[in-house]
């Protein structure tokens, strides 16, 4: 945070929080999040634990199921 912008479990964490908020709304079912590789980067490890690299551009699939987050894929 050396340019006082959030950390990577800040961003994480607001993240989750926004999209759970998002998605536990009556008729949400299907959901169009679009944000830029960085952030996208962040949820897909928070979500998978790490590991995952998608491509530049890729589209993420993810579920959703008792205030859970899933990888479906990409």
Known sequence: ?????ESEVQLQSRMVAALSRIMARPQHDCV?????GS??????E??????????NGAVLHFGYCDGA????GW
């Open 1 to 5: 945070m050396a340019f006082g912008g």
């Open 32 to 36: 169009l999040a679009v944000s830029h």
């Open 39 to 44: 952030a996208c980067q962040e949820f897909l």
């Open 46 to 55: 928070y979500v998978t634990g790490g590991g995952e690299l998608p491509d």
């Open 69 to 72: 987050f899933s990888l479906l």
